[in-house]
């Protein structure tokens, strides 16, 4: 069953995004709390939304996006931060039920675009995107900053 997390299901939703990391190799990033996800999640002003896959009772995967913009379509799209399923709990279709109701929800909101990233070492993902109809934008690459760099840029008046 896919449904809107709530409130309650930001313990889970926290240790997912740890699990997550964990398989990507990327641990050693996770800084956010389960505080800071349900006040992005909840509080006065979401950044945004997450829906919940539950087999027999219990919460096994997530999905967590937000919306974007794109001014050449001037239409809204929706963004995939993450998609995860326990690696117990694969192969039985949750990941696609997710994946399809994000998509559902763009097109139900008008949205032009649909978008993820991958890490470009992740076939099983890639093939699993690719089987969905997603192409992979091989001439763009993402530009992140983060951290010191960030604090730096973002000052006024430099």
């Not at 192969?91 to 909101?109: D, K, N, Q, T, Y």
């Not at 997603?134 to 000052?155: F, H, Y």
């Amino acid at each position: 069953m896919i449904r809107f997390a709530g409130p309650a299901d930001v313990p889970t939703l926290h240790a997912l995004v740890v699990e997550l990391a964990r398989y990507e190799k990327l641990e050693h990033e996770v800084s956010g709390t389960e505080d800071l996800l349900r006040t992005h999640l909840f509080g006065p002003r979401p950044f945004a939304e997450a829906l919940v896959c539950e087999d027999a009772g219990a919460i096994v995967g997530f999905a967590l996006f937000f919306h974007t913009y794109s001014t050449f379509l001037g239409r809204p799209g929706l963004y995939l931060e993450d998609l995860f399923v326990l690696p117990q709990h694969r192969r039985r279709g949750h990941g696609r039920a997710l994946i399809r109701e994000v998509a559902c929800l763009a097109v139900e909101r008008g949205c032009g675009r649909f978008e993820w990233s991958v890490l470009d070492w992740n076939a099983p993902a890639i093939a699993f995107y690719q089987s969905l109809g997603a192409t992979l934008m091989q001439s763009w690459r993402i530009c992140r900053v983060t951290g010191d760099a960030l604090a730096e840029l973002g000052r006024r008046g430099a």
